[in-house]
């Protein structure tokens, strides 16, 4: 297991659209593996393989949040969007790849997800709450779409902005 590093925004593979997996191997079992270490100590409840310069359809998350609680990470393969509530919830988003940034975001307050586990086999699950904004949010990943992809034009530039100064500051250092 070893942590990857995590692109920041504005970088063009943030916004292509990741290609499905065909099957479970151990290098994916690897990168899974990689994920959810570098999600913890980010430290995050979710990371997108393409926010890792994986452009594959997998992603890690556990939105648990109780500190108290035993970590609970889930690993999520070719996953998709199966059904959605009407009812929305608006949550303060933020992302390991827009570091510091937060904005609220509304998106359904339920979905059931469709995926491949690790396992080989299909799961199907329902999710509410901030494990469903979770699961949106990191399904958004891999569709090349970002959180502040959510917000008005003018929002959006301005965060690509603080975030193109950090890169530079970062390069520089």
């Given at each position: 297991?070893?942590?990857?590093?995590?692109?920041?925004?504005?970088?063009?593979?943030?916004?292509?659209?990741?290609?499905?997996?065909?099957?479970?191997?151990?290098?994916?079992e690897t990168l899974a593996a990689d994920m959810i270490a570098?999600?913890?100590?980010?430290?995050?409840?979710?990371?997108?393989?393409?926010?890792?310069?994986?452009?594959?359809?997998?992603?890690?998350?556990?939105?648990?949040?109780?500190?108290?609680?035993?970590?609970?990470?889930?690993?999520?393969?070719?996953?998709?969007?199966?059904?959605?509530?009407?009812?929305?919830n608006v949550y303060e988003e933020g992302c390991l790849s827009?570091?510091?940034?937060?904005?609220?975001?509304?998106?359904?307050?339920?979905?059931?997800?469709?995926?491949?586990?690790?396992?080989?086999?299909?799961?199907?699950?329902?999710?509410?709450?901030?494990?469903?904004?979770?699961?949106?949010?990191?399904?958004?990943?891999?569709?090349?779409?970002?959180?502040?992809?959510?917000?008005?034009?003018?929002?959006?530039?301005?965060?690509?902005?603080?975030?193109?100064?950090?890169?530079?500051?970062?390069?520089?250092?």
């Amino acid at each position: 297991m070893s942590l990857r590093p995590i692109l920041i925004h504005p970088d063009p593979r943030l916004k292509r659209v990741a290609d499905p997996i065909a099957r479970i191997t151990p290098d994916i079992e690897t990168l899974a593996a990689d994920m959810i270490a570098t999600m913890y100590d980010a430290p995050g409840i979710g990371l997108a393989g393409p926010q890792v310069g994986v452009l594959q359809r997998i992603f890690v998350m556990d939105a648990t949040r109780d500190p108290e609680a035993e970590p609970d990470p889930m690993v999520l393969v070719n996953p998709e969007l199966v059904w959605r509530s009407d009812a929305t919830n608006v949550y303060e988003e933020g992302c390991l790849s827009i570091p510091d940034q937060y904005a609220e975001v509304t998106r359904p307050a339920e979905v059931r997800l469709r995926w491949l586990g690790l396992d080989g086999k299909v799961h199907e699950r329902d999710f509410d709450g901030l494990a469903a904004t979770c699961a949106q949010h990191e399904l958004d990943h891999l569709d090349g779409v970002l959180f502040i992809d959510h917000l008005s034009a003018i929002r959006r530039q301005m965060i690509t902005r603080k975030m193109q100064k950090l890169k530079r500051d970062r390069a520089r250092s």
